[in-house]
């Protein structure tokens, strides 16, 4: 196993668990988020969030190939184009490494998948301290940091306060929706012992 030091809220050092972690296929429709599932339980165990809400989005953002070398040619279809597992983009990725230290880049989501997870799910976390406890009870709280994850912590805010989602945004909270059994069915295949917040008012 491998491991890197990185610091923490608070600047505390800890190591952070890589494991065994496989690289995206490079055949295009080879890739499964399921093949990941003990990555995310580490890393949402670390960052304190779901591992339910963590896998889920990891289905949604599995519509475009992970592989480093696709997301190298992507990228330069695409300059702007997100990176990682969790198709991270470059603005959240620099909050993220900003408010938690981390020693890592944004072109680092795209070669170390397990780095892309742990990142994704530090950012889920610095999203649900920013949602209110009471929101529009249509949503789940991990619906909205879900919705969070794909527009940002302000439409968020607003989603939660009822203004309603535009079309985009609903597309990708059916999907969420849609993928949320079959995530919990390969945590439940993991025996996945942290629990899940899923579902929290």
């Known amino acids: 196993m491998t491991g890197r030091t990185v ?5 505390r050092l800890r190591l ?5 972690v496989p690289t995206p296929p490079l055949r295009p429709g080879g890739y499964d988020p399921a ?3 003990p990555c995310v339980l580490r890393s949402a165990e670390e960052a304190g969030v779901s591992p339910l809400l963590v896998l889920t989005v990891l289905h949604n953002e599995a519509y475009k190939p992970h592989h480093p070398l ?14 990682g597992l969790a198709n991270m983009h470059r603005a959240a990725f620099e909050r993220v490494r900003r408010t938690h230290g ?8 795209r070669d170390d998948p397990a780095f892309a997870v742990h990142a994704a799910a530090l950012h889920l976390k610095d999203l649900d301290r920013c949602l209110p406890e009471r929101h ?18 302000r439409n968020m805010r607003l989603f939660a306060r009822g203004v ?11 999907r969420f929706r849609d993928h949320r059994c079959r995530a ?4 439940a295949d993991h025996r996945e012992p942290y629990g899940s917040t899923a579902g929290r008012p």
Do not use: C, H
């Open 70 to 83: 696709l997301e190298r040619l992507w990228q330069w279809w695409k300059p702007g184009a997100s990176f």
């Open 184 to 187: 919990a069915e390969i945590l």
């Open 7 to 11: 610091p923490g809220p608070g600047r």
């Open 164 to 174: 309603p989602p535009g079309p985009m945004a609903r597309s990708y909270l059916r």
């Open 16 to 20: 952070v668990d890589r494991g065994d």
């Open 102 to 109: 981390l020693a890592e880049r944004w072109q680092d989501l």
């Open 35 to 37: 093949d990941y599932a």
């Open 136 to 153: 529009a009870r249509r949503y789940t709280r991990d619906e909205l940091l879900a919705l969070g994850y794909n527009t940002g912590a």
